[in-house]
């Protein structure tokens, strides 16, 4: 070999290059030792001058991966294979980890939060891509709290700066109604209580509906709604089985955790549901109640948008209703000087009002009294007050002409 390099063991100069896989090697065609194995080298030149490289001074430095991201990557990788999501989405969400891991606030952060971005990164991936993907899904995969998950989705997404649209309701309610462990006959089911996914799926599509058009979704958390309406829409297909069962036990049949407003977004769905039950001739002379309305939830949903503007009005129009009312009042007023023979009818119910919970039962507020001020004397007095007790010029020639009238009028000695 040329530039005088030797064997280190035979001392031969017979070096000769031997390609061994996609690696060259040194090799001693002497006595057959392996030069240059496990040399980490840069150039070829410094492969002929048998120099070794550092791997401190190599270009591996900059493409350093410390063991945590190496882990967090591979449970990025492992999630997506577990949700069984497509090549595309696994290669987005890596991509998005990364990126992740390279701000100051996540690198630096604590395990339990480097952990929550790993889901935070594949939730919006499917975000992205319309897959029916809920945060409760990835919390329960992952074993994370609730709070810490959306407080660093939020996070993250603020600080990439991404687009993630808003999942679309109906592929919320099947993606979260596909978990329910409702479906098929088990010794922990009874056979009463085992229900057709497409039928249950159907109706609790059209409950979300109903209650997105009655306000009862709008700002708040969409699970606990979903919760309630698939228990109605449970109770409806067969309610002489199921009307016994209680919101607590069908959550434990299903298999799934019950959300704490639930209780509260069944009773106001069903309150809307008496309401609408109240427009039909052949429901008004049952005197339904909260129980017995469900019987009759697939008649109420079969003409739910007619019967939602028969029971409820809008409340912009209530408000317009109030500003015309002096004007009606006095026209009626006329009427009924004119006609006072007729008798007095009793005037109909109005509908309810269509608008939010929030708007219509609004929270107390503490009003707080305002101090009682004590007038001591030893206040300042502010410029302006200052101001009001100074006469101008014009005010003092005035004044004097005024006094010296005065004393005129008191020295003129009065007539005899």
Not at 44 to 69: A, K, W
Not at 251 to 264: G, H, Q, T, W
Not at 269 to 280: E, R
């Amino acid at each position: 070999m040329p530039n005088g390099s030797r064997c280190p063991d035979c001392g031969s100069s017979e070096l000769v290059e031997d390609s061994h896989y996609s690696q060259s090697q040194l090799v001693c065609s002497d006595c057959g030792c392996v030069v240059t194995e496990g040399v980490l080298t840069t150039t070829f030149s410094d492969e002929g001058n048998l120099r070794e490289v550092t791997y401190s001074r190599s270009t591996g430095e900059n493409e350093q991966v410390s063991r945590s991201q190496q882990r967090d990557l591979r449970r990025v990788r492992d999630l997506c294979r577990i949700l069984k999501l497509p090549l595309t989405f696994e290669e987005t969400a890596v991509s998005y980890y990364q990126k992740a891991y390279q701000l100051s606030g996540i690198r630096a952060a604590r395990l339990q939060k480097k952990e929550v971005v790993v889901g935070c990164c594949v939730l919006i991936t499917c975000r992205q891509h319309n897959w029916p993907l809920t945060m409760g899904a990835i919390c329960t995969l992952l074993y994370a709290d609730l709070d810490v998950f959306s407080s660093t989705y939020m996070q993250i997404v603020k600080l990439l700066g991404l687009d993630v649209p808003s999942l679309c309701l109906a592929d919320l309610v099947k993606s979260y109604c596909s978990s329910f462990k409702l479906f098929q006959a088990s010794p922990s089911m009874p056979a009463k209580y085992v229900e057709d996914k497409d039928k249950m799926l159907s109706r609790t599509l059209l409950l979300v509906e109903l209650a997105n058009e009655t306000w009862l979704v709008t700002g708040r958390h969409p699970l606990p709604i979903i919760t309630a309406a698939t228990f109605l829409a449970w109770q409806s297909l067969r309610p002489s089985d199921r009307l016994t069962c209680s919101l607590a036990r069908f959550c434990k049949l299903a298999n799934v955790d019950l959300p704490y407003p639930a209780a509260s977004r069944l009773q106001e769905l069903l309150a809307v549901l008496l309401q609408m039950a109240s427009q039909l001739a052949w429901l008004q002379v049952l005197r339904l109640d909260k129980r017995s309305v469900v019987k009759h939830i697939g008649d109420l949903l079969q003409h739910r948008h007619m019967l939602v503007r028969m029971a409820f009005q809008d409340g912009t129009a209530e408000v317009e209703t109030k500003q015309q009312q002096p004007q009606g009042r006095g026209q009626q007023e006329e009427v009924g000087d004119s006609t006072f023979d007729l008798p007095k009818r009793k005037r109909p119910a109005s509908p309810a009002l269509l608008l939010p919970p929030c708007m219509l039962k609004p929270p107390k507020r503490t009003h707080t009294m305002p101090p009682d001020s004590v007038v001591t004397g030893d206040e300042d007095i502010s410029d302006s007050e200052i101001e009001q007790y100074l006469r101008t010029p014009q005010e003092v020639r005035d004044f004097e002409r005024a006094q010296a009238a005065s004393r005129a009028a008191m020295s003129v000695p009065n007539p005899p």
